[in-house]
Nanobody
Framework: QVRLVESGGESVQAGHSLRLSCAVSGRAFETYVIGWVRQAPGKEREFVAADRRSDGNVKYADSVQGHCTFARDNAQNTVYLQIHSLEPEDTAVYYC?????????????????????WGQGTQVTVSS
């Protein structure tokens, strides 16, 4: 069984940065691709970023390109999402999700239903 636990969410003022963590327990972490999704109050969940197994390339939503950085540490079974220069529009619950894929898989998964495992989320609140 795979378990994902997010952490790092805080209430901060605009302009600050945060690093969110997604700790993944279970075997064969390297076989999982990880996605970050967020849900702002009163809105649908929104894709933020995800990696690709074949080459480790990361795809970002247009809305966060240059504003977020995805990083993966296979030795620590952890994925990070750094959010730079936070804005009130970044206020949301941030979730990480995992999907097991074969080596060489070149697909980036953008849809919630593509993922098999989810964390409980971590709240980020940005005040102006």
């Amino acid at each position: 069984q795979v378990r994902l636990v997010e952490s790092g969410g805080e209430s901060v003022q605009a302009g600050h940065s945060l690093r969110l963590s997604c700790a993944v327990s279970g075997r064969a972490f390297e076989t999982y691709v990880i996605g970050w999704v967020r849900q702002a109050p009163g809105k649908e969940r929104e894709f933020v970023a995800a990696d690709r197994r074949s080459d480790g390339n990361v795809k970002y939503a247009d809305s966060v390109q240059g504003h977020c950085t995805f990083a993966r540490d296979n030795a620590q079974n952890t994925v990070y999402l750094q959010i730079h220069s936070l804005e009130p529009e970044d206020t949301a619950v941030y979730y990480c999700a995992a999907k097991s894929v074969y080596a060489g898989n070149f697909v980036v998964y953008y849809e919630e239903e593509d993922y098999d495992y989810w964390g409980q989320g971590t709240q980020v609140t940005v005040s102006s």
